[in-house]
């Protein structure tokens, strides 16, 4: 869902990637459901571990609660956003954890553009 509001709110200003810590190589349902409910397709997206992205320094690395588990990579700024997996959530739930991620994404950007 990151990645999907990434595309949405920062289109010409950042390029982003998703991955997984242990992907299960489909989007979770409940997320295509839960942006599908906000007009966005989830569908186009895939669900790639670390190694399918490119390799390469990021400006930002967001990470979302996942702790040890979370692989290191080559980036200058890191925030964890600390964010539940909200993989088993009731629907209003995890409609909640989408909303947090897009204020979190939408905060971001605006820190990108602001060149902070």
Request: charged fraction near 30%.
């Given at each position: 869902m990151?990645e999907?509001?990434?595309?949405i709110?920062?289109?010409g200003?950042?390029d982003v990637y998703?991955?997984?810590?242990?992907p299960?190589g489909?989007?979770?349902?409940?997320a295509?459901k839960?942006?599908?409910?906000i007009?966005?397709d989830?569908?186009?997206?895939i669900?790639v571990?670390l190694d399918?992205?490119?390799q390469v320094e990021?400006e930002?690395?967001i990470?979302m609660?996942?702790?040890?588990e979370?692989p290191?990579?080559?980036?200058?700024?890191r925030?964890?956003w600390?964010?539940?997996?909200?993989?088993?959530?009731?629907?209003?739930?995890?409609?909640q954890i989408?909303?947090?991620i897009?204020?979190?994404?939408k905060?971001l950007?605006?820190?990108?553009?602001?060149?902070e």
């Amino acid at each position: 869902m990151a990645e999907a509001f990434g595309k949405i709110h920062g289109k010409g200003i950042v390029d982003v990637y998703s991955s997984g810590s242990r992907p299960s190589g489909i989007v979770n349902p409940k997320a295509i459901k839960a942006m599908a409910e906000i007009d966005y397709d989830l569908n186009k997206h895939i669900s790639v571990g670390l190694d399918k992205v490119p390799q390469v320094e990021y400006e930002y690395a967001i990470t979302m609660g996942c702790g040890d588990e979370c692989p290191m990579i080559d980036a200058i700024t890191r925030e964890d956003w600390a964010l539940p997996d909200p993989k088993h959530m009731e629907t209003e739930e995890f409609n909640q954890i989408r909303d947090i991620i897009e204020t979190e994404v939408k905060e971001l950007i605006e820190k990108i553009r602001r060149g902070e």
